[in-house]
């Protein structure tokens, strides 16, 4: 169980650093795939967004309120694994 949660915040991670790099480089939001990864990521990172006020150069953006969710979806992973570890039963480390 714990692997199946990994994998899924480890997704999303990945999601969200494609988002970052993205942004950064000004990728062309007319391209099917930025789209898709802006469309995709637009939802878990809601609850961040107006936190900083982005930083933007002429095309590429800055957006730190991504960062903040990668370090809070890491902590909701590790937090869910732990809890699922002491319901279970299992040994703590």
């Known amino acids: ?9 480890g997704v999303l991670d990945i999601l969200l650093i494609f988002r970052i790099l993205l942004k950064l480089t000004g990728a062309n939001t007319s391209s099917g795939f930025v789209n898709l990864i ?6 878990f990172i809601l ?7 982005g930083s933007s150069s002429t095309t590429s953006v800055f957006e730190p309120s991504v960062l903040i969710a990668l370090v809070v979806y890491a902590f909701i992973a590790w937090g869910i694994v732990k809890l699922i570890r002491i319901f279970s039963g299992e040994k703590q480390d």
């Open 47 to 53: 609850p961040f967004q107006g936190m900083f006020s």
């Open 38 to 43: 802006y469309d995709i990521t637009n939802i």
């Open 1 to 9: 169980m714990e692997y199946i949660i990994y994998f899924l915040f």
